[in-house]
């Protein structure tokens, strides 16, 4: 029998926003990309990252609706994360969407699978902060290496991101 | 000479981030139903996940 916690397979699609893609076992696409974004934090002119910023998209769900539980999604994400994640030098921002009002849903469950995933490694680590924007409230996570040479100072502009104007 | 670009603020880069993530959304969807490398890829995994569930059987 197939492990419950077992990856899916997946591809990588060239090009400049590196996508990849996989199925469920019944047959739900997704596609997960990481969009180039280092604008922000090139501003800061001493900070040397390659911030991404993740995507995790449904490209066709044929069932419609809610999505089914599905164990070996999370492990999948975690394994393309890996796949693509450059310890040294890359940066990586992730939102949990709440336009539906479950943002804070998905933000508990992104940090849930994300430390049971990383236990394994231990090299990652992931900070998160909730932006006020008008009547918005954004979930942000940003992952990075513990070995990344100006971890310190890009935690200290993602935590004060969106302050500047208050 | 050019004027230098002001830097963007946080939150500009927040909404920033949120418009890429709605358009890669719609890209997803999109490139699913009209570009057949995208198809193809996802019939090979498909396929595989198929064969792999029969293999454990």
Same mark, same amino acid.
């Given at each position: 029998?197939?492990?419950?916690?077992? %990856?899916?397979?997946?591809?990588? @699609?060239? *090009?400049?926003?590196?996508?990849?893609?996989?199925?469920? *076992?019944?047959?739900?696409?997704?596609?997960?990309?990481? @969009?180039?974004?280092?604008?922000?934090?090139?501003?800061?002119?001493?900070?040397?990252?390659?911030?991404?910023? =993740?995507?995790?998209?449904?490209?066709?769900?044929?069932?419609? +609706?809610?999505?089914?539980?599905?164990?070996?999604?999370? %492990?999948?994400?975690?394994?393309?994360?890996?796949?693509?994640?450059?310890?040294?030098? $890359?940066?990586?921002?992730?939102?949990?969407?709440?336009?539906?009002?479950?943002?804070?849903?998905?933000?508990?469950?992104? +940090? $849930?699978?994300?430390?049971?995933?990383?236990?394994?490694?231990?090299? =990652?680590?992931?900070?998160?902060?909730? @932006?006020?924007?008008?009547?918005?409230?954004?979930?942000?996570?940003?992952? =990075?290496?513990?070995? $990344?040479?100006?971890?310190?100072?890009?935690?200290?502009?993602?935590?004060?991101?969106?302050?500047?104007?208050? | 000479?050019?004027?230098?670009?002001?830097?963007?603020?946080?939150?500009?880069?927040? #909404?920033?981030?949120?418009?890429?993530?709605?358009?890669?959304?719609?890209?997803?969807?999109?490139?699913? #139903?009209?570009?057949?490398?995208?198809?193809?890829?996802?019939? #090979?995994?498909?396929?595989?996940?198929?064969?792999?569930?029969?293999?454990?059987?």
């Amino acid at each position: 029998m197939t492990n419950q916690s077992e %990856p899916y397979e997946f591809e990588f @699609v060239a *090009g400049e926003q590196n996508v990849y893609l996989f199925t469920t *076992g019944i047959d739900i696409k997704y596609e997960v990309k990481f @969009v180039p974004s280092s604008d922000y934090f090139n501003a800061y002119m001493e900070v040397d990252a390659e911030v991404f910023e =993740m995507v995790i998209s449904i490209a066709d769900n044929l069932a419609g +609706g809610r999505l089914p539980s599905d164990e070996r999604v999370a %492990p999948t994400i975690f394994v393309i994360f890996e796949d693509f994640f450059l310890a040294q030098r $890359h940066v990586i921002v992730f939102i949990c969407d709440s336009t539906d009002g479950r943002g804070k849903a998905r933000h508990r469950k992104f +940090g $849930h699978w994300f430390y049971n995933e990383n236990v394994k490694t231990d090299v =990652m680590t992931k900070f998160d902060r909730i @932006v006020v924007d008008g009547s918005n409230r954004i979930y942000l996570s940003l992952i =990075m290496s513990r070995l $990344h040479p100006n971890a310190g100072r890009i935690v200290e502009i993602f935590m004060r991101m969106g302050e500047e104007e208050k | 000479m050019e004027t230098p670009t002001k830097p963007i603020s946080g939150i500009e880069f927040v #909404r920033h981030l949120m418009k890429v993530k709605e358009q890669a959304q719609c890209d997803a969807v999109e490139n699913y #139903r009209n570009n057949p490398e995208i198809q193809a890829a996802y019939a #090979r995994l498909s396929k595989k996940n198929k064969e792999n569930c029969d293999e454990s059987k």
